[in-house]
């Protein structure tokens, strides 16, 4: 009895708290991102600690449940009548921008006098990003344009191209320690972003079927939460991408008439569970390893930042983007979360004399990039002049 009180506490406190940082965001244009993390540090066993220590028990089930929310959104930025005006820009920003970003880490590395193969490991994390934080910003900023749609779909197939990298690097890494040739990793990456993918559109073809005809005229939330826990959690059994999986379920879904009330659903369902997840991500931040990264960390950070910026303009410019994609797009690419630590922890379990030191110094530049990186990314779209361009999906009640 006393346990589950303890637990109903805590996610009220939780959600409450989530409530007072957007309100507090609305007003001081930080983000809410960054407000939820600072507090989870805060409530953290690294200062005040005053959350329970069981609560980070619920991070990976709630992770999970966040980001296949998050990928079924994303999958709205493929609605067909938008993607053939655009498709071929975004495919050239995302590959231009994740190659550039793991080639400049790589080389600054090395140039730094890190191993090579150390080196590869980081190239092969740096494209990842983080697409609940920057799509939190987004809509904290209710922002529209040109480069908010960019962005959004960049950010919703960067970890594609992610995956697809990391499995190369693997087996270069491997080579260069000795071992032979394993193309069965390179295999495993493709079969776990195809695989994803192809789950998420198979099931997602009776969801958008059967959406309105169950009850009349609309998806419901009920059946929309159902099919996206669904997928995900079939996908996770199989070994792919949830995230993929519910992009690609997302994807489906908005090519069918009369979609939009299934996305607002998802979108205001998903909102107590991304309260949750930045507060837990918070919470399980340790500010004192920013005390001790060592000057690979600095160089990482660095070299990503400018791969990401640099990238992102030269992808925008051979793709024939205009000068907001251009300048702009970059700066909203720059928070790493979740992936890039679970391919961090791949790679210190298959490569453990490398991997010792790249684990810890990844969960120092995660924490930098998710306290800056949102910011950045709202003032980029602030910039950009598309802030407050999008109708409000929930007025306060004040100003109501």
Known sequence: MGESGHLLLVWGAFLLVGFVAHYV?????????????????????AVLDLVPHGVSEWFPTVSRVALSMVGFILGHQFEWRSLRRTGTSVLVVSLVEA?????????????????????????????AT???????????????????????????????????????????????????????????????VGGG??????????????????????????????????????????????????????TVVANRP????????????????????????????????????????????????AGKLGGATLGARLAGLGRAERRYAGWCLLPQAGVALGLGLALAE??????????STLVATTIAFELVGPSSTQLALARAGESGLAPDPAPDPDEA
């Open 25 to 45: 965001g609305r007003r001081t244009h930080v983000p809410r991102v960054t407000l939820l993390l600072v507090l989870g540090v805060l409530t953290g066993p």
């Open 99 to 127: 190659l550039l970003s793991a080639v400049a880490v790589a080389l600054a590395l090395v140039a730094a006098g890190t191993d090579l193969a150390l080196a590869l490991l980081f190239a092969a994390v740096a494209p």
């Open 130 to 192: 983080a697409p609940a934080a920057t799509l939190d910003v987004i809509r904290g900023a209710r922002a529209r344009g040109p480069v908010t749609d960019l962005v959004s779909r960049v950010v919703a197939i960067d970890d594609a191209w992610g995956v697809l990298l990391f499995s190369v690097l693997i087996v270069v890494v491997q080579t260069l320690h000795g071992g032979s040739f394993d193309g069965g990793l390179l295999l495993h990456g493709l079969w776990e």
């Open 197 to 250: 993918l192809l789950v998420g559109a198979l099931l997602g073809l009776p969801v958008a079927w059967l959406g309105g005809r169950v009850v009349e005229g609309q998806l419901t939330l009920v059946e929309m939460l159902g099919a996206v826990l669904l997928v995900a959690g079939l996908a996770e059994l199989l070994g792919f991408s949830h995230l993929l999986a519910s992009m690609a379920m997302g």
């Open 258 to 305: 009369r979609h939009d009330p299934a996305f607002h659903a998802i979108e205001d369902a998903s909102q107590p569970f991304l309260i949750v997840f930045f507060l837990l991500a918070g919470y399980e931040l340790d500010l004192v390893m920013l005390r001790s990264v060592p000057l690979i960390g600095v160089v990482y950070v660095l070299a990503r930042a």
């Open 350 to 359: 298959r490569f453990p004399e490398l991997g010792r030191g790249l684990l």
